[in-house]
């Protein structure tokens, strides 16, 4: 690979979150920067929202060169995504929410790991708040995601999220992200499967990078976003990625009296749930979030 001179920028997607998008500028104009300084952009693309975010952004004053972008009407994820993409100047592309907020050290962390480690991608650590405090337990659980690797190990393509990482400019070049994916979920997981393909053994963890996803959504809400992703996105993955999801239950995906089966999955998960039992609540929630998954896409499937 050429090498290109280290800087980044830093890519922000939101829809809807002028509240929260304040306190991430904020959290940018406080991160701390790596010596030699490297040069540092910072874009922000829209999805539509009607609640000014973007005029919000244009507004602020922030101690890095940026630029905002927007959309006429909700487009999704990926379609914003890409824009940021198109318009990035630099070297190494740092992925963010607006609904996120930024440990100071977060950047120095990466440029750390980029000048130390071989790597094409790099992870940080994601730090949830909920107030539904049993699942934001689960969601920072030592066994979940980023979470179960120490700094700078190779991880596996499925951990690879744009809540907080940073992939270098040249596989964008490669791999394109999948525009058939326009509901909730699903474009990490297509992106970084092609990725691994392309470019094995180049993801890295780099747990001390460290951001703050305030507000998360708690169990019920998410549970209802990921029957979405089950009906309308998971249609579109490949079969690699629909075998990973499912597991054993991708056997036997065709066989339409599941579908009631997942249903009282999901009901007797909820009756378990509200027991807050400390040594099985991880399980509870790991099966409720893959029987949502499951039920949306056998509803789809009738």
Same mark, same amino acid.
């Given at each position: 690979?050429?090498?290109?001179?280290?800087?980044?920028?830093?890519?922000?997607?939101?829809?809807?979150?002028?509240?929260?998008?304040?306190?991430?500028?904020?959290?940018?104009?406080?991160?701390?920067?790596?010596?030699?300084?490297?040069?540092?952009?910072?874009?922000?693309?829209?999805?539509?929202?009607?609640?000014?975010?973007?005029?919000?952004?244009?507004?602020?004053?922030?101690?890095f060169k940026k630029r905002g972008c927007g959309f006429d009407s909700n487009v999704g994820r990926v379609a914003v995504t890409n824009r940021g993409v198109v318009l990035a100047n630099n070297t190494w %592309?740092?992925?963010?929410? !607006?609904?996120?907020?930024?440990?100071?050290n977060a950047l120095i962390e990466f440029v750390n790991s980029i000048n130390a480690f071989t790597a094409l991608a790099f992870m940080g650590k994601i730090v949830y708040s909920s107030g539904d405090l049993v699942f934001e337990k689960y969601l920072n659980n030592n066994k979940r995601g980023i979470n179960c690797y120490s700094h700078n190990d190779y991880i596996h393509y499925k951990n690879l999220l744009f809540g907080n990482s940073i992939i270098h400019f040249s596989v964008f070049n490669k791999i394109k992200l999948n525009h058939k994916l326009i509901k909730y979920g699903g474009e990490e997981l297509d992106f970084s499967f092609l990725f691994n393909q392309s470019f094995p053994m180049s993801m890295r963890a780099c747990s001390l990078s460290v951001v703050f996803r305030n507000n998360?959504?708690?169990?019920?809400?998410?549970?209802v976003r990921l029957t979405e992703f089950g009906k309308y996105n998971v249609q579109f993955l490949n079969n690699e990625n629909k075998a990973l999801l499912f597991g054993v239950f991708y056997i036997f995906i065709s066989l339409s009296f599941l579908? !009631? %089966?997942?249903? $009282?999955?999901?009901?007797?998960?909820?009756?378990?749930?509200?027991?807050?039992?400390?040594?099985?609540?991880?399980?509870?929630?790991?099966? !409720?979030?893959? $029987?949502?998954v499951l039920r949306g896409y056998m509803v789809r499937s009738k």
């Amino acid at each position: 690979m050429k090498h290109f001179p280290l800087s980044v920028s830093l890519i922000v997607i939101g829809y809807n979150t002028k509240i929260s998008l304040k306190s991430l500028l904020i959290s940018i104009n406080r991160l701390a920067l790596p010596a030699p300084t490297v040069p540092l952009e910072v874009l922000y693309i829209d999805d539509g929202s009607k609640d000014g975010s973007l005029e919000f952004f244009n507004n602020f004053k922030l101690k890095f060169k940026k630029r905002g972008c927007g959309f006429d009407s909700n487009v999704g994820r990926v379609a914003v995504t890409n824009r940021g993409v198109v318009l990035a100047n630099n070297t190494w %592309f740092w992925f963010v929410r !607006s609904n996120i907020t930024l440990d100071k050290n977060a950047l120095i962390e990466f440029v750390n790991s980029i000048n130390a480690f071989t790597a094409l991608a790099f992870m940080g650590k994601i730090v949830y708040s909920s107030g539904d405090l049993v699942f934001e337990k689960y969601l920072n659980n030592n066994k979940r995601g980023i979470n179960c690797y120490s700094h700078n190990d190779y991880i596996h393509y499925k951990n690879l999220l744009f809540g907080n990482s940073i992939i270098h400019f040249s596989v964008f070049n490669k791999i394109k992200l999948n525009h058939k994916l326009i509901k909730y979920g699903g474009e990490e997981l297509d992106f970084s499967f092609l990725f691994n393909q392309s470019f094995p053994m180049s993801m890295r963890a780099c747990s001390l990078s460290v951001v703050f996803r305030n507000n998360h959504p708690g169990l019920e809400e998410h549970l209802v976003r990921l029957t979405e992703f089950g009906k309308y996105n998971v249609q579109f993955l490949n079969n690699e990625n629909k075998a990973l999801l499912f597991g054993v239950f991708y056997i036997f995906i065709s066989l339409s009296f599941l579908r !009631s %089966f997942f249903v $009282c999955c999901i009901f007797l998960m909820r009756v378990l749930y509200k027991f807050d039992l400390p040594f099985i609540n991880y399980y509870i929630i790991r099966f !409720s979030l893959l $029987c949502a998954v499951l039920r949306g896409y056998m509803v789809r499937s009738k």
